[in-house]
């Protein structure tokens, strides 16, 4: 199924409504599960992305679909920015991001915003640097949401995205498909209480143009120098691009 159409509680609702209602549902358990069935190796995972932005030291930064905020306090660890802002489609998910900001007393440099990667509340070429992780694949129109980011990235920024991809090779690929399958339904269902939204996790990871597929997209709206980097056996990917100074 095509990664517009793939809905996870196959409503008449737009994917969209039913994403942000989803991480509505599951934000309270959100970091744990994350960490948990990942056994910890999306921490790694994140940390590596970050630094693809290190060499060019950005000051002004946008993450988008923050969710909790996790990718943008590893920013904010690594490379140090002035100011960051986070955007989501889902209340819930922020809630949780704000009560990090709070605690850690990061206000000064860490806001976070309702907002929608489709159609980004941001003047064009505000932003020095943009990641998003494991945010694009839930978009509802893929196209639209690169697009977008594109036109609020400053000339000369630069893009980091990681997302899920799909491992090729056998074992990996079987033992993969197996855990996504099986294994991380009943977790969802035990812990988050819904489990579909970790029947949607694997079907929208298999439904979402990956590798190649992906940076041809990227290019198709407008960034340059696109490269896509897989981690640990193709698990999860990074992908970057350069907006190009005109
Ligand atoms: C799997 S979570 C990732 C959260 C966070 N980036 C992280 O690494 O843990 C995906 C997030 O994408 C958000 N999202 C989905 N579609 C979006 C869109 N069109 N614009 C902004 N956020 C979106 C969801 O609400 C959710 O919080």
Do not use: C
């Not at 992305?49 to 996790?70: C, F, H, N, Q, W």
């Not at 819904?194 to 960034?223: C, I, N, W």
């Amino acid at each position: 199924m095509e990664n517009q159409t793939l809905t996870p509680y196959k409503s008449d609702r737009s994917k969209k409504e039913q994403v942000a209602e989803m991480f509505n549902n599951i934000s309270g358990t959100y970091d744990f599960l994350n960490h948990f069935m990942s056994l910890g190796i999306d921490i790694i995972w994140r940390k590596k992305a970050i630094r693809e932005l290190k060499s060019m030291a950005p000051k002004y930064m946008l993450d988008v679909a923050t969710g909790t905020g996790d990718f943008a306090l590893e920013s904010i660890n690594i490379l140090k920015p002035e100011k960051i802002v986070g955007v989501d489609i889902s209340e819930g998910m922020l809630a949780v991001a704000e009560k990090k900001i709070k605690e850690r007393n990061l206000e000064a440099v860490f806001s976070v915003k309702l907002g929608d990667s489709e159609g980004l509340p941001f003047e064009d070429n505000t932003f020095d640097a943009i990641t998003v992780a494991y945010g694009v694949r839930n978009y509802e129109n893929l196209e639209q949401g690169l697009k977008d980011m594109f036109r609020v990235l400053k000339p000369g920024g630069k893009i980091v995205i990681l997302e899920f991809s799909n491992p090729q090779k056998f074992p990996i690929k079987q033992l993969y498909n197996f855990y996504f399958k099986y294994v991380t339904p009943w977790f969802g269902k035990f812990f988050a209480k819904d489990k579909a939204a970790y029947t949607y996790l694997p079907e929208s990871v298999a439904a979402f143009p990956d590798g190649e597929r992906f940076t041809t997209l990227m290019q198709k709206v407008g960034y340059s120098q696109t490269i896509h980097k897989p981690l640990t056996f193709g698990i999860s990917s990074i992908y970057t691009g350069i907006k190009h100074e005109a």
